[in-house]
């Protein structure tokens, strides 16, 4: 038996008042709001009315404070895995405006398709669907919760649909403490596929009030 479904959630808003690309930069924990939004997921996961097995987070602090009210509702450990952290980022610790006047950083934006800036897209789809197989396989049932950040699950999005990688951050549909669920079929060809079948936003009325421009 495996898991049932797993449920990839981003984080809820972190206290960021001066707008640093904040990435995998310790001391970032979540704002007043964004622990507010993290409750909403919790909510929206125990209205749901299905079995959590297990829950893990990115090592980072914002995505461990965002699933422990999942962990408290569910009684659950939470499982620390560094394969859905957040991306590296040449830009880590800057403002992104400042730092494309620069023209020492330019260099870095010259590829958008890999891209030049951090990670290769393709890398990150590789530890996400990574650590997606061994959450299925690590219960004989229920559903597993993945804790992550905005850039992994948006491009684990776009593997899942066929899509390119390339695309404007501006554009993503990955809001914060939003929950994208997958599921695991068997495909035309025998062995097991993965497919995505919803995407909420419980947090979507705090959305207004909230600042999100620390993601890589």
């Known amino acids: 038996m495996v898991a049932s479904q797993v449920h990839l959630v981003r984080h809820g808003e972190v206290f960021n008042p001066d707008g640093i690309l904040y990435g995998r930069m310790s ?8 622990h507010r939004m993290a409750q909403a997921a919790a909510d929206d996961l125990v209205e749901r009315d299905r079995a959590i097995s297990a829950i893990a987070a990115s090592p980072l602090q914002r995505t461990r404070e965002s699933a422990k009210p999942i962990a408290l509702a569910f009684g659950l450990p939470i499982a620390i895995d560094d394969r859905i952290i957040e991306p590296t980022n040449h830009f880590e610790g800057t403002v992104m405006k400042r730092a ?19 990670e290769p897209y393709a890398s990150i789809v590789l530890r996400m ?5 061994a959450a299925f396989l690590s219960v004989e049932s229920g559903d597993v919760v993945l804790v ?6 948006w491009v684990t999005h776009l593997a899942l649909a066929g899509e390119r990688f390339p695309h404007d951050p501006r554009k993503r549909r990955c809001s914060l403490s939003s929950i994208t ?4 079929r068997q495909g035309d060809d025998g062995d097991p596929t993965l ?12 959305q207004a009030a909230a600042t999100d421009v620390g993601a890589v």
Do not use: C, M
Request: glycine residues 10%; without cysteine; charged residues 20%.
């Open 27 to 34: 001391g970032f924990g979540l704002s007043k709001l964004g």
């Open 148 to 153: 992550s950040h905005q850039l992994p699950i």
């Open 100 to 118: 494309l006047r620069k023209p020492r950083n330019w260099p870095y934006i010259v590829n958008p398709v890999r891209p030049s800036w951090g």
């Open 181 to 184: 669920t997958i599921e695991q």
């Open 195 to 206: 497919v995505e079948v919803g995407y909420v936003e419980p947090a979507r009325v705090l």
């Open 129 to 133: 669907r990574a650590a997606i197989d």
